[in-house]
């Protein structure tokens, strides 16, 4: 590992990482991702005006993500031992956010099964940008579950993955700049310059992890009718996508499900028609729950390949010795 973890060391602090999340939840107060979304936003403010506003974006870029990931692992680096090993587990529980997308999202389903549509459309407009006001129980339905695909790639397994790679820094760098892509990543007057440089480094960063995760997504899909639906559709449909890390991981999830998501949605009180994922029914309160339980799913498998692979090098490393 770039970070000088074992593999062992890898397996088990994933396991203490997502357990510390799904048992402790979002940190309640002074959460690290919130005070680096104050700082990004000052930032913004001050650089994304006047002249090379691409290089203004870069230049904000790293000056947002390269000292607190820089400084993280100067500081486990000087530490060593057992303060090293807590600290990468810390911030694995500070960058992932698997019980975040449980919280947010499975309120929404309880709502629409209760048939309290104004609850389900204030949750909703929590989670994603897109207006819920006139939206019915298919259309906040569709958009959790469109979350959920993608943010399990986005808060969940990338970040994981990069944590594999470089310990907790690498989870960390993950994390801030897929935060900066959700902040400054737009196509609109104000940031397609400024947010270009931030967005091309998140979809780098999410190439590999994008299609781990939705190859994950085509190997839980629960029939083998499903698994081929879902590879197809990643085939056909990811490329029409805007996003080339989204596209794959939401048209195989989709199709997994069984869903057709994508398609119409209102963003600033204008129609968007987006192109299809998926294939099937349309997305209703039930499916929700499938959806989360598809990324939960995803998550043990992530964990019970590292831990074999641990196991099965511990084990040859042993009839070696």
């Keep these: 590992m770039l970070i000088g973890l074992t593999l062992t060391q890898t397996a088990l602090l994933l396991l203490a990482g997502v357990l510390l999340d799904l048992l402790l939840g979002e940190a309640r107060r002074f959460h690290p991702l919130v005070g680096f979304g104050n700082l990004a936003y000052a930032l913004e403010r001050r650089l994304n005006k006047g002249r090379w506003r691409f290089a203004r974006g870069l230049l904000a870029w790293s000056l947002a993500v390269a000292p607190p990931t820089a400084l993280s692992a100067w ?3 000087q530490a060593g031992g057992a ?28 709502a629409l099964t209760q048939g309290d549509l104004a609850q389900a459309r204030l949750l909703t407009a929590r989670i994603v940008s897109r207006d819920t006001a006139q939206a019915n129980e298919a259309d906040l339905a569709k958009a959790s ?40 990543g737009y196509r609109n007057a104000r940031f397609n310059d400024f947010g270009c440089a931030p967005a091309r480094i998140d979809d780098l960063l999410n190439l590999i992890p994008a299609r781990l995760t939705a190859l994950s997504y085509v190997l839980l899909a629960p029939t083998l009718a499903g698994k ?32 057709e998501l994508g398609g119409a949605a209102v963003y600033d009180g204008e129609v968007e028609l987006r192109p299809t994922l998926g294939s099937g029914t349309a997305a209703r309160a039930g499916d929700i729950v499938r959806a989360w339980r598809l990324v939960a799913g995803t998550t043990a498998l992530w964990l019970a390949c590292i831990t074999l692979a641990a196991a099965a090098v511990y084990l040859y490393g042993g009839m070696h010795a």
């Design 75 to 77: 500081l486990i680096f």
């Design 83 to 110: 303060p090293a090993v807590a600290a990468h587990a810390l911030l694995l529980y500070f960058c992932i956010g698997l019980r975040s997308l449980r919280d947010h999202n499975l309120p929404i389903a309880q």
């Design 145 to 184: 579950a469109e979350s959920l695909l993608e943010n399990g790639n986005d808060a969940v397994f990338g970040t994981l993955f990069w944590f594999a790679i470089a310990g907790g820094p690498g989870a960390l760098l993950f994390r801030l700049a897929n935060t900066l892509d959700a902040m400054w």
């Design 228 to 259: 081929r639906r879902a590879w197809q559709c990643w085939r056909s449909q990811a490329p029409t996508w805007s996003s080339p890390n989204a596209g794959p991981v939401m048209s195989s999830g989709a199709a997994a499900l069984g869903l």
